[in-house]
């Protein structure tokens, strides 16, 4: 029988290649976008964050659990322009100002936040028999910082404005160029050789665009604000922050600097014209609620139980995330010790998660051949536990 | 000098193969987005329609132009999340009622606006030598309707409830299903047999999805909405919103119709309940604003212009468009001539558009191997052709 079905195989391999009506990608939307807001229903419930119910739903629909779905292209996609559009929306809700006041503090955060990790991580991987080179590059990776999580969490609670959230934000920024350099340092130093030129390009450049949109492009905007109206184009200010957003990503990205930090420095740089506009905000909050929960479901995929199925592995992951989490608690508590007791535990767990940062380092490890699968099973295994165990704390620690 | 370029080289091959930041994306996104908001506000000075002018920026940026840019994966997933949004929130705009008291103009108007143009197609691509087979097949093509197209003009101009535009979505809904009817049964002649049990049966799931969306689903969902504020998640309606718009346009897919019909009718299944939610219509349109570009971008990106290296395909294209807008101008008009000249014009003109379906039956016709390339240049041409020519009228047609 020729009919139906061969037309139905025809045409959805002929619309796939053209991205025409295309069911499987419409099936993955709707399994990641469902189970992620079934499980944070149930976490909201259980009076957990909903964060992690998201991330766990990606454990539990990915490949080693009931395997309805596995990272793809398009769970990629929607994950980095849903992360971008995270940062930019937290910059929106962010005065400058009010990250400069505590940028003497965010500094110290950061880069404590950095050192203890990394001094952290690497004596205990030599203490499991790593090299020098392997246990830097496992340290690099636990210095990491994905601020994304936190700042989710945080927005939910409506407590983006409390100084230790501040710090957090500003340190992130700080840390995610320090990382960067480390990175450079430590990934050019497994290859035989230290260029010390490029890495002080980069920061050079990296330092110019902070310089840049936070002195010049922050306070123009706020000036020509009042003109935006003079365009034709239906929301018209909402076009210009996403066209914004995007190019200081673009800008961040190709610098090397992580195209969220320049999503985040839009979203600051915009954050006083945009006060008043309502509109504006529940329009970005479509993107952020749409596209946040694939960002989460998809590092939750990226969970590889695989590693427990042997015992020294199993050891090295469990002893990998203690090490993350202490270390990162201490280093950028300690930091944030002005703020006394509750509050240096409230910037330390804020930066607990490492998310897919970590997992883009320990990548890298991979590239160059200096991280192998085992080491690279229980770096993951870090990144999603250290994700899932800080959001839980931060509640609490948070609300009064 | 190994240092950060290959670090880079090294990162961003990693990076992408996991979907970290990846600034290939992020320029995609941003050329695309930028192009498509600037040929818009020209346009709009110029007063022509913004549709227009994004379509034109994506035969601009395309491949035969500048370059910039060409339909891609990335650009693929966002135009099919972008006009399957677009569609639910234009269904959230009309009322289920409005459209069920021009059903009966609606059915005629879809039917004629099929018969007329297969006929003409089909005589005027014999009289240019096409086998019987070739011309039915180029017809279907003709007989499609891109319902986004109108829909998103008319929306714009605040036009979606006049009656003539509540015709044209109630035509768009018969018109995809007698499409998929017509499509199935000449690609199955196409490949030697008449397979009627299969067709019989995608016209009764068809039929069958329609009454259960519009009987049960629509009623059920305006009752149980004062309940949905009893979930715990933050943005509950326009989470439930989303989900329903993906699991219809899922559940379409997946019974052969086009999965914009299933999101319109989860949006005139949702528009009574969320008549006053002003906040989920505007997290609706951040979606559609942001998505909605790539969706006319890449129409314009599909023009091949090669098709004007040869005389003969000049005259093909060209005639194949002049056939298509008077077959669907003629078809789709008279069987609206009851609310006079004007009122007929303007259902005629809006279900001119064939846009992306049009593109995909060819790309049916190419895969069965009744289309051959020429001929599928000149029916790419004659879609985006269409798809172009359609705004300009509508908008006079539709002010007063």
């Not at 604000?225 to 184009?233: E, I």
Request: aromatic share 6%; proline share 3%; with cysteine.
């Amino acid at each position: 029988m020729i009919g139906l079905a061969n037309i139905g195989a025809a045409a959805t391999e002929t619309v796939e290649a053209s991205g025409g009506h295309h069911a499987g990608l419409i099936l993955t939307l709707f399994v990641m976008l469902a189970a992620a807001k079934l499980c944070a229903e149930l976490f909201t419930r259980l009076k957990q964050p909903a964060v992690a119910g998201e991330i766990l739903a990606g454990v539990l629909i990915g490949p080693h659990v009931l395997n309805w779905a596995s990272p793809n292209e398009v769970s990629n996609i929607l994950a980095e322009i849903g992360v971008i559009f995270l940062l930019f929306s937290v910059g929106m809700e962010t005065k400058p100002a009010a990250i400069l006041r505590v940028g003497r503090s965010a500094a110290i955060v950061a880069l404590l936040g950095v050192v203890v990790p990394i001094a952290g991580g690497y004596v205990f991987m030599r203490g499991f028999g790593a090299s020098t080179i392997q246990a830097l590059f496992i340290g690099t990776a636990m210095a990491a910082t994905s601020v994304g999580i936190t700042a989710r969490v945080l927005s939910g609670m409506g407590q983006l404005g409390s100084e230790s959230a501040r710090i957090v934000l500003g340190a992130a920024v700080i840390d995610d160029i320090l990382g960067l350099l480390v990175l450079a340092a430590v990934a050019s130093a497994a290859q035989g050789e230290l260029n010390y030129v490029a890495i002080g390009t980069t920061a050079a450049l990296a330092l110019a665009f902070v310089g840049i949109v936070g002195l010049l492009l922050a306070p123009g905007l706020t000036k020509a604000a009042p003109y935006f109206g003079r365009l034709r184009l239906d929301n018209e200010f909402f076009i210009i922050a996403i066209v914004l957003c995007l190019g200081l990503a673009l800008a961040a990205a190709s610098i090397g600097v992580a195209a969220i930090i320049g999503a985040f420095l839009a979203g600051l740089a915009l954050a006083e014209a945009a006060e008043k506009q309502h509109d504006v905000h529940q329009q970005i909050r479509g993107i952020t609620e749409f596209l946040v929960p694939f960002f989460l479901v998809n590092i939750g995929m990226q969970l590889n139980l695989s590693v427990f199925t042997e015992l020294g592995t199993i050891g090295l992951a469990l002893g990998m995330t203690a090490v993350a989490v202490a270390t990162k608690l201490l280093g950028c508590g300690v930091g944030a010790l002005n703020l006394g007791r509750r509050g240096a535990l409230q910037v330390g767990m804020g930066m607990v998660p490492r998310g897919e940062v970590g997992i883009v380092v320990a990548q890298i490890g991979l590239a160059v051949g200096v991280v192998d699968d085992r080491l690279f099973g229980a770096v993951l295994f870090m990144a999603v536990a250290t994700t899932l165990i800080a959001p839980p704390f931060l509640r609490p620690l948070y609300s009064r």
